[in-house]
């Protein structure tokens, strides 16, 4: 099974957010980031194209959701603020990555800073504590599964829906505003994930997983199996 890289822990915004994106921004279609990036050519300039994201992400660190005034001194002005965020490249330029919007989500300068030492590839490292080993990862769950388990709860997922991808070519799981479906829930200890993964790949086929936001769980969001095509184990 692949393990998605960091960049999909990041819950995808839903189709309102694009649409009020695009018509703020007046660019007729725009999408959200790609977890593995983008380096198809884009036609749209680096002006227009980073500050469409700016909206798209709601001038928002996609990672810690700060945004926050900071005060600089531009020349010729004694006092001036600016928002704490910057429009990140996934794939660096450096390494073919383009700006189109599927490479590109926004950072806090400090979650961009911390980029820097990994040679910008993938998210900021963050420091796992006590807590998120002993009360584990939610993921999504089938019933038959779940009832195999000592630890099943009930969430629901937000803005929830399936539809195909152009860009990727697969379906994917995505947000239309007004849908819910509620949803089985485990808790995966740490050191249970790579188990559960092989377990999953086995009996149902999966290929991977990804976060979706979520009522009822501590962190707003959760995870779950999807299938070669993209298409939920639910």
Known sequence: MKIPNKYSEIPRLTISQLRIAARVSGIEHISDFSPD???????ISWPKVSRAV??????SCRICGQSSLKPYSPAGRRSAVHLDVQVHHIIPRKDS????FLNLVTLCEQCHRKTFKIGYAGLPQVERSLDDFVSGIGFCVPAEYADTRSNMGHCRLIDYDRAYIPESGKYEIIEVGGSFLDVISINIGMQEIQEVARYFENAYDAKSYMTVRAEGTRSG???VFTDASGRPIL
Not at 37 to 43: A, F, M, N, P, Q
Not at 97 to 100: L, M, N, P, T, Y
């Open 37 to 43: 990036g983008d380096k198809h050519e884009s036609k």
């Open 54 to 59: 700016l909206a798209r992400d709601n001038y």
């Open 97 to 100: 990555g383009s700006d189109s």
């Open 221 to 223: 969001s959760i995870r």
